[in-house]
């Protein structure tokens, strides 16, 4: 299981989560498969924070839901792999929440499972790489007590 440093930058996650530092740590272990020890950073921030990054390291001039930072670097056996960064934007999960008709709750632990599957090699920049990791979603989503994430979504 990996060590989850977590970073709140907007306090209104823990309105809409109880026990919300204990919640992100569950459905990031869940998602999580290495046995290499491992450390994760989970920022919960805002749009505009995401934004920035979004357009610096993307190109993209507007916030999304998770950015995922993968270090790529997985060191020798038995050291610590730093194995990346997570970045949550409040306003728009809680939108595309809304627009999806899901709770708040369960649409973050998705984006949860989603950036912890990306710091562990998974995409879906191809057709094949995105089923596989869509199928994985949405069965530790399940695990988790959730609906499959995909269900009605346009």
């Known amino acids: 299981m990996p060590d989850i440093c977590i970073q709140q930058m907007d306090k209104r996650y823990s309105r ?20 290499r020890p491992a450390e994760v950073s989970l920022v919960l921030a805002d749009d505009p924070f995401v934004h920035r990054l979004n ?19 997985i060191p020798p056996k038995g050291f ?4 990346g ?24 632990a998705h984006l949860l499972i989603h950036g912890a599957l990306h710091l562990q090699g998974y995409d879906h920049l191809e057709e094949k790489e995105a089923q596989k990791m ?10 988790l007590g959730y609906e499959n994430p995909y269900k009605d979504v346009e």
């Open 16 to 35: 809409r989560v109880k026990k919300l530092h204990a919640f992100c740590r569950k459905v990031i272990q869940t998602a999580w498969h290495s046995h």
């Open 55 to 73: 357009f610096k390291y993307r190109g993209k001039d507007m916030p999304t839901n998770v950015l995922s930072f993968e270090t790529g670097n």
């Open 80 to 83: 610590l792999w730093l194995a």
């Open 85 to 108: 960064d997570i970045i949550i934007a409040y306003e728009t999960v809680l939108k595309e929440a809304k627009n999806q008709n899901k709770t708040f709750e369960a649409h973050l």
């Open 134 to 143: 869509e199928k994985l979603e949405t069965k530790l989503m399940y695990l």
